[in-house]
């Protein structure tokens, strides 16, 4: 148990630029509250004490302004960013390592019984005042844009956005890979935005980023032509981009971005 904690308390350091210090995150982040309410008011639910499970869960939603329903499933290093209106219907089930930002809801289109919630599988993002709606699948490390209403199935790796939710063709696997790589060496991340996202902003980052990559191929060439040629010039390290040098630029991307922190 105690274990999940540290998780879930370390989860929001490494999402959550704003967090401080452990005692700041135990203490004033409602949607941890909500999460350890909801493992409670699971297992209560689980064990067929059903009755204390909603009454937990309600205690909760008053708490915290989140609406979990004990019978949802919820995987670990869950993070709820803000929380406010965030409501999980009773058959959605959740992945590891997804974040919800506020106003979210997945919810269902049916008043049958079984499955009508969706599933998100692990690495889903899903941006402030999404709506998903439906017993359907949003596939591993999918990103659901704010105020998006997705009402059918999306792919791993890819992004929807608008009303209806519209599925945005995920791009080059090996490219984006090539420019994550770039982007957590300079400590920055462009939102995970793709290129066929509206954003001229997002497109001249992305531009810049295969620039990067493309110099330091170069170099790593003529790096190595010299050493054929007997020279110990590239034998010299290149100064360490630390992350501390790049964390001022990356809060004030955070707080032009999609998030509000």
């Given at each position: 148990m105690f274990e999940r904690m540290r998780e879930d308390i370390q989860s929001v350091f490494h999402r959550d630029p704003a967090a401080r210090n452990a005692f700041e995150v135990i203490t004033c982040y409602p949607g941890l509250h909500a999460v350890w309410f909801h493992r409670v008011s699971h297992w209560l639910w689980v064990n067929d004490c059903k009755w204390l499970?909603?009454?937990?869960?309600?205690?909760?939603?008053?708490?915290?302004?989140?609406?979990?329903?004990?019978?949802?499933?919820?995987?670990?290093?869950?993070?709820?960013?803000?929380?406010?209106?965030?409501?999980?219907?009773?058959?959605?089930?959740?992945?590891?390592?997804?974040?919800?930002?506020?106003?979210?809801?997945?919810?269902?289109?049916?008043?049958?019984?079984?499955?009508?919630?969706?599933?998100?599988?692990?690495?889903?993002?899903?941006?402030?005042?999404?709506?998903?709606?439906?017993?359907?699948?949003?596939?591993?490390?999918?990103?659901?844009?704010?105020?998006?209403?997705?009402?059918?199935?999306?792919?791993?790796g890819a992004t929807a956005v608008g009303i209806p939710g519209r599925v945005i063709v995920k791009p080059d696997d090996e490219q984006e890979a090539k420019r994550k790589a770039i982007a957590e060496k300079i400590g920055f991340d462009a939102y995970g935005v793709t290129e066929d996202m509206p954003d001229p902003v997002a497109r001249a980052i992305g531009q810049l980023l295969d620039h990067v990559q493309a110099v330091e191929e170069r170099m790593e060439g003529m790096c190595q032509a010299l050493t054929a040629l007997g020279s110990d010039y590239c034998a010299k390290r290149m100064p360490e981009l630390r992350e501390e040098d790049f964390a001022e630029v990356k809060a004030a991307g955070d707080s032009s971005g999609p998030e509000v922190r």
């Open positions: 499970a909603r009454m937990n869960s309600n205690l909760a939603r008053w708490l915290t302004g989140i609406e979990i329903h004990p019978g949802a499933q919820i995987g670990r290093r869950f993070f709820i960013d803000h929380g406010m209106g965030i409501v999980i219907g009773e058959t959605a089930q959740i992945g590891d390592d997804v974040t919800l930002y506020h106003g979210v809801t997945l919810g269902g289109t049916s008043w049958n019984k079984g499955k009508r919630h969706p599933t998100l599988e692990d690495g889903v993002i899903v941006g402030a005042g999404a709506k998903i709606l439906g017993p359907f699948t949003v596939g591993a490390s999918a990103k659901i844009g704010s105020n998006a209403v997705v009402t059918r199935a999306v792919p791993a």
